[in-house]
T-cell receptor
Framework: DTAVSQTPKYLVTQMGNDKSIKCEQN?????MYWYKQDSKKFLKIMFS???????INETVPNRFSPKSPDKAHLNLHINSLELGDSAVYFC????????????FGPGTRLTVT | DQQVKQNSPSLSVQEGRISILNCDYT??????FLWYKKYPAEGPTFLIS?????DKNEDGRFTVFLNKSAKHLSLHIVPSQPGDSAVYFC???????????FGKGTTLSVSS
């Protein structure tokens, strides 16, 4: 029974397209996150939501828009995709905002051609 | 500006021996530290954590040591097993922010 799931696992698309990545957690956690792992393998926070409210919004282009329809879901929508958006995107959740271990989904590998 | 550094990109250890993975941090406001393990094509998996009020936390074969004065933590795996071969990430956080700040990872290879 998957705790944090993401769809799709792989996404290949052309520059200029709009795409979404979905994330769901069945752990009953209050906080959800999006991280980006770039080509240098750094994992960096993009957004954090607590009870459907945005609490962290790092310096991410506003082409990226997270949407949380309910506590168990945090989707990531990306407009006008660029080559530099190619990366692995991880969704995560935690029971509390702090301190709390975060549980990660399997990742979505986005390739922009 | 890396606030969490894992200076060893890789580590090779024989099965049954101890693996020691190191992590340094620069932000003295960090007060909660975690280790994650990651296999290829999977998400990071939480291993063990430690609060800054402690200097050691143990869970089975895994022990994390924290030296606040040196801003250094380490993960000890004893005994190491081939299944421990993975990338290990050190992460830190504080009350001011909920996000985890990750190091670049150390690839551990355990040979049988």
């Amino acid at each position: 029974d998957t705790a944090v799931s993401q769809t799709p696992k792989y996404l290949v698309t052309q520059m200029g397209n709009d795409k979404s990545i979905k994330c769901e957690q069945n752990l009953g956690h209050d906080t959800m996150y999006w991280y980006k792992q770039d080509s240098k393998k750094f994992l960096k926070i993009m957004f954090s939501y607590n009870n459907k409210e945005l609490i962290i919004n790092e310096t991410v282009p506003n082409r990226f828009s997270p949407k949380s329809p309910d506590k168990a879901h945090l989707n990531l929508h990306i407009n006008s995709l660029e080559l530099g958006d190619s990366a692995v995107y991880f969704c995560a959740s935690s029971q509390y905002s702090y301190p709390s271990e975060q549980y990660f989904g399997p990742g979505t590998r986005l390739t922009v051609t | 500006d890396q606030q969490v550094k894992q200076n060893s990109p890789s580590l090779s250890v024989q099965e049954g021996r101890i693996s020691i993975l190191n992590c340094d941090y620069t932000n003295s406001m960090f007060d909660y530290f975690l280790w994650y393990k990651k296999y290829p094509a999977e998400g990071p998996t939480f291993l063990i954590s430690i609060s800054s009020i402690k200097d050691k936390n143990e869970d089975g074969r895994f022990t994390v040591f924290l030296n606040k004065s040196a801003k250094h933590l380490s993960l000890h795996i004893v005994p190491s097993q081939p299944g421990d071969s993975a990338v290990y990430f050190c992460a830190a956080s504080n009350q001011a922010g909920t996000a985890l700040i990750f190091g670049k990872g150390t690839t551990l290879s355990v040979s049988s």
